[in-house]
T-cell receptor, first 112, second 115 residues
Framework: GESVGLHLPTLSVQEGDNSIINCAYS??????FIWYKQESGKGPQFIID?????DKRQGQRVTVLLNKTVKHLSLQIAATQPGDSAVYFC???????????FGKGTMLLVSP | DTEVTQTPKHLVMGMTNKKSLKCEQH?????MYWYKQKAKKPPELMFV???????INESVPSRFSPECPNSSLLNLHLHALQPEDSALYLC??????????????FGPGTRLTVL
């Protein structure tokens, strides 16, 4: 089975709300994680990454949290905007493999 | 130049045709990737070139043939494809070769339809 999965296939929020997208992974050897955003008809766009020696990393309006104890990753988007509507994928790098394995994806729908 | 470009954007081909997908990056990246993405699914890795050498082939059928003419270019040659090969084909690149932590930058993809 897949090593990386998401709890919610679709997340609907109102503009201005904070969004939280979750991702579970099962391989304890995963040591690098990336969140990608993919808009319709486009390739995945890098949002933020985190290494396993960290538990939190912040970017512009986004925060990634990593809980290695329960093998859980989340992406928080502050003040969600309609332009944030897209499918969000988490991806993991398993130590020693050097390639990314993508999770199933969550569609974020932002209503004005 | 900070992007990965892919041509063509769309491609329709018959099962007996031979066609090629092209990918280009001028960021000096040393690893380049081909992914296949079906609708509403995550990208699936097909091939990885690291320092212009094929490093990973994820058991892809031989009707897909990758080529890396130089460090900036990556091709995917297609021959005798099946309708189930219809998908979005994504190219990506990363700064370092394998065995390093660095994000992959994706191109916009080629939407392939096999009739």
């Amino acid at each position: 089975g897949e090593s990386v999965g998401l709890h919610l296939p679709t997340l609907s929020v109102q503009e201005g709300d904070n969004s939280i997208i979750n991702c579970a992974y099962s391989n304890s050897a995963s040591d690098y994680f990336i969140w990608y955003k993919q808009e319709s008809g486009k390739g995945p766009q890098f949002i933020i990454d985190i290494r396993s020696n960290m538990d939190k990393r912040q970017g512009q309006r986004v925060t990634v949290l990593l809980n290695k104890t329960v093998k859980h990753l989340s992406l928080q988007i502050a003040a969600t905007q309609p332009g944030d509507s897209a499918v969000y994928f988490c991806a993991e790098n398993i130590r020693g493999y050097s390639t990314l394995t993508f999770g199933k994806g969550t569609m974020l729908l932002v209503s004005p | 130049d900070t992007e990965v470009t892919q041509t063509p954007k769309h491609l329709v081909m018959g099962m007996t045709n031979k066609k090629s997908l092209k990918c280009e990056q001028h960021m000096g990246h040393r690893a380049m990737y081909w992914y296949k993405q079906k609708a509403k699914k995550p990208p699936e890795l097909m091939f990885v070139y690291s320092y212009e050498k094929l490093s990973i082939n994820e058991s892809v059928p031989s009707r897909f043939s990758p080529e890396c003419p130089n460090s900036s270019l990556l091709n995917l040659h297609l021959h005798a494809l099946q309708p189930e090969d219809s998908a979005l084909y994504l190219c990506a690149s990363s700064r370092e070769g394998l065995n390093s932590y660095n994000e992959q930058f994706f191109g916009p993809g080629t939407r392939l339809t096999v009739l």
